[in-house]
């Protein structure tokens, strides 16, 4: 009986030491990959925020604006290592119920890292675009270093640099901040009166772009939380500025923050637990199982034969 009870013991530990491994690095792999059918609706909220009105020709001041965002995986485009996301975001005045100016962006990225991938007709506003660095998120496990961000405006991949760590809401997140120094995205033609110019007629100006960016991510799952952005956009003529054409701090609202960490809520969980504490619950009770029925097996049948002498 004790060799039946030391034989199941061993195979239950055997069992254990061998899932432990699998746990960690098999299951846990397959939960740490964005999801093919992804889609979400995400909204910025900017305060004070002063933009040029190109229907009125008038510069608009102290406005609430709101940008909203809706990201949707296109999952025919989609496979196994890459996810395919189409973005397209249009930015209001809310109190004037006026739009001012809307966006569209197409990029796949890796499932694990969030690297973007040149693939599946990559573009910006519907113009190709080869797009590198973190695309959307960041990798699961984030860790605390700098990496390379795509910046959809400028189109350009930048440093956006590990800055420190801070919880949203009770949730402890890793704090990312990219600089784009102005860049040139385009330019107008606008009448030199506007511009605060002499003469008559029209005048080309070169449309400049700043911003400060900051990421809050939850660094388990590699999801943004948080997202601000301080931006300026100016027409300059010759090197100097000669209207803004936009101005704000732009940051996600409460809503959407709130529905960010609730997404991020199953990785937080299950994903240390497969990687860390089941495996090490395993090997523990493994080691303990195994060792209890290698005891049972020897200590079994040394009283086996002395009850058969006796």
């Not at 009125?56 to 996810?83: N, Q």
């Not at 690297?115 to 960041?138: I, L």
């Not at 405006?153 to 600089?179: D, N, R």
Request: hydrophobic share 40%.
């Amino acid at each position: 009986m004790r060799r039946t009870v030391a034989a199941v013991c061993i195979a239950l530990g055997v069992f254990s030491l061998v899932l432990a491994p699998l746990m960690r690095f098999w299951m846990a792999s397959a939960v740490m990959k964005t999801p093919m059918d992804y889609y979400s609706e995400k909204v910025v909220r900017g305060e004070n925020v002063t933009y040029f009105s190109a229907e009125e020709l008038e510069l608009i001041e102290g406005a609430t604006v709101e940008a909203y965002t809706t990201l949707r995986a296109d999952v025919a485009a989609s496979d196994a290592d890459t996810v395919v996301w189409d973005q397209f975001t249009w930015i209001e005045d809310i109190d004037r119920d006026f739009a001012i100016q809307s966006s569209s962006r197409r990029a796949g990225h890796d499932r694990v890292t969030g690297e973007a991938v040149d693939c599946c007709d990559a573009s910006v506003n519907e113009e190709p675009v080869a797009q590198t660095g973190q695309a959307f998120k960041f990798p699961f496990l984030t860790e605390k270093k700098d990496y390379a961000f795509f910046d959809a405006t400028a189109e350009e991949t930048e440093p956006i640099e590990f800055s420190g760590e801070e919880e949203i809401e009770g949730l402890p997140t890793y704090k990312f901040v990219q600089e784009i120094e102005p860049t040139k995205v385009g330019e107008r033609e606008m009448p030199r009166s506007l511009l605060g110019m002499d003469g008559d007629g029209d005048v080309v100006a070169d449309e400049m772009y700043s911003v400060t960016r900051t990421y809050w991510i939850e660094p388990t799952s590699g999801a943004p939380i948080m997202v601000s952005e301080d931006q300026h956009r100016g027409a300059f003529v010759d090197g100097e500025e000669r209207l803004v054409l936009f101005d704000g701090d732009m940051r996600m609202t409460d809503e959407t923050v709130d529905a960010n960490i609730e997404n991020a809520e199953q990785a937080v969980t299950m994903i240390p637990l497969l990687r860390t504490t089941l495996p090490l619950v395993l090997l523990a009770a493994g080691a303990v199982l195994v060792g209890v029925g290698v005891v049972l097996w020897f200590t079994g049948g040394d009283r086996g034969a002395a009850a058969r002498h006796g």
